[in-house]
């Protein structure tokens, strides 16, 4: 008894007071791009072509953040010229469009559906769905129960039962053996509900696009209310897509 | 032995040295290679100019390849000589339409067509909205047996698969694990993207084990492309690899204390597998690693700042880990738990040819770390293991070891002199025509093995993927035997095996 004692002591609080507080994450994090649209043309179309998930278009330089997965070589590859990563990590969009950036970004908490906020606003409870991920994004969402982000104390919980839902979080690049389940699953969260995409795989297929043995795209099977992109996502921008989208 | 070649982890291979037999020759050498003590590595089959052959790479305390040409069956090593062809033999199967004969449980593996366009073995339809699930299981006849379907989509935020438990009131008779719903068609897709796709990939494979997968591509890539790796990026890979261990393990006895419904260390264990997590974050701005290793080296370098962070970071946090592991350890109501719980036999093991630390805490001391170095590894101290008896208490203690000792070896690595500052960037590079290489690294879950073949101008043409998950699921299958179902969660926990890793 004692033992347990001492060591909650030793461990101390740790839950962070984001949103509260701002919080800064490590200089060599990548979240939101700064684009330069004064770049040489040519280093543009550079960047682009060693892009490896194709998410930079060589002719505009618009970024994709859906595509992206924060890998940082059009920023080495430019030294900074034309792109730079800052480390902000508020990345959710409500619209696929929106995470096509050129630079500029869409405010989400406007963008939000008010009807969304109204429902679930004090109370979120979403069915995760593991639709082929790579486990990655999973164990960033599982990390928002542990004390440091402790997700519900903002009333957001994950749910074992679809029935018990408000919504779906899906991750994943959505394999054909998936498939069943995860529509299987949408079916059985009751009306009014919400569907979020998370990671780049759900969002494009991530680093698998192109395998012909995933949809690769949540929206081509599901009405996608929220994006949230990363490879994997910070718990900090999922964190922060939820509390501004529903709250 | 002239039917096998004898070659070196990460060494690039001429494809015409490797020994190409006769089918009956192939299933003989491999069969008195295994029944001397040797365990399966690699064996698949690939297709090439309308010829298709079996490769099998072999280890004991050395690494040995051969192959054969092979037609449309081939007889299975599995019934008369070891279990551990068993699942190999139905990936060959499942990928190229060709038969084991004689196999004892024929089943699909990952449910997906094969990719020779030869009929299915298993007679399934994939057009239609089949999933893996829909398959008559083993059942076990009798009156007061039930049978308990569990998943894909499970109760947590975990990864999909389907479990079949036989039971007979809360005893379970027999596991039968059905995965394949993350079937991503991994390895169809890496022959034919561009290189600088591959670390992509292999990072997202399995992404709690991004490191260690993308170790073995990108060694794989280096050895092809004559590329060396200086001992500066060397130190920093394998401190990488090492926190993904410690992350990972951590994680871990938290969720094992969460099955047990101990919550203090639960929730210690889980913010501290956050704090490396971060560390790997100040290593390359991702917490899982990824971007961090590429062909040549790392692609961020570890300056004096991030060194320090770490060592800050390691004095810090190496008392605090100690003291939860003591406290989930030293608690009888753990211990009751944990002890003589999920039980798999030595012999079990090694029939099974279990890798990582569920083959360590079964008695078989394979560590790829000491046995193919790579990297730093064989200028580090190596662990052992006390705690053998193969149940859950000895696959948890062997992990809080394995932490210890990670954590020893970050901080001598942290003490070395030498620094990499060349961040390499991914290029294409050419490949060594008609090559092979074999690359193995211990990531935490035990032994991973990518074998890359090339062609006559260098490029990929068979890429062939192994997450040691695809050895240790039969072993989680057979520790349910005779176990509580209420128990299941925990023998889960002890194993963790790769979902998706398996599912490629």
Known sequence: ????????????????????????????????????????????????????QEAIDGASGALDLGRCTFCGLCEMQSQGKFVQFTQNFELGAATRDDLITDG??????????????????????????????????????????????????????????????DGIHVTGPISRNMKAALLTTYEAVPSPKVVIASGACSISGGPFYGSDEIVGDLSELLPVDLYIPGCPPHPLTTLHALLTFFK | MDNLLQIANGEVVRRADIPDVSVETFGMTLAEFVRNGGFVVQFFAFAENDITRLLAVVRNDRLYVTSCVVGAEFP???????????????????????????????????????????????????????????????????????????????????????????????????LEIQLGYQHRGVERLLPTVPQRRLPIICEAIAGDTAIGHNLCCCQALEALAGLTVDVGAKVVRTIALELERIANHLGDLGALSGDVAFNPPAAYFGRMRGDFLNLLQVLCGNRFGKGLVRPGGVAFVMGEEQKKLLVAKLHEITPQVKNVCDLLFSAHTVQARFENTGIVSREMAEDLGLVGYAGRACGLPYDA???????????????????????????????????????????LLLQRPETTARAMMMEERRLAADSLVVTINEGWRGEIAHCVLTGADGAIVRYKVKDPSFHNWTGLAMSLRNQGISDFPLCNKSYNLSYCGFDL
């Open chain 2, 76 to 174: 299975s090593l599995t019934g008369w000589v070891s279990e551990k062809f068993h699942m190999f033999e139905r990936e060959i199967a499942e990928q190229y339409g060709i038969r084991p004969t004689a196999h004892p449980w024929l089943k699909m593996v990952r449910y997906h067509r094969n990719y020779s366009g030869a009929d299915d073995v298993f007679g399934n339809d994939y057009a239609g909205e089949e999933i893996p699930g829909k398959y008559d299981c083993f059942k076990v006849e009798g009156e007061a047996i039930h049978e308990v379907a569990v998943g894909p989509v499970h109760a947590g935020i975990i990864e999909p698969g389907h479990f079949r438990f036989q039971c007979a009131g809360e005893e379970v008779l027999h």
């Open chain 1, 104 to 165: 500029s970004y869409t405010d989400l908490a406007a963008h939000a559906k008010q009807h969304f906020k109204k429902l679930f606003g004090r109370s979120l409870q979403l069915r995760q769905v593991s639709a082929a991920g790579c486990n990655a994004c999973e164990a960033d969402t599982n990390v928002l129960n542990t004390p440091f982000f402790d997700l519900s104390r903002f009333g957001i919980d994950f749910v074992a039962s679809p029935r018990h839902a």
């Open chain 1, 1 to 52: 008894m004692w033992k347990i004692i001492r060591n909650r002591l030793d461990q101390g609080y740790r839950t962070s007071s984001y949103p509260k507080q701002p919080i800064a994450l490590y200089e060599r994090f990548r979240g939101r791009p700064q684009i330069n649209r004064q770049c040489e043309p040519a280093l543009i179309r550079q960047c682009a072509e060693a892009c490896p």
């Open chain 2, 369 to 411: 770390r000491i046995a193919f170095p790579t990297e730093c590894y064989a200028e580090l101290p190596h662990n052992t293991n006390q705690m053998t008896s193969g149940d859950v208490y000895s696959r948890a203690t062997v992990r809080r070891e394995e932490i210890m000792h990670s954590l020893a070896l970050i901080e």
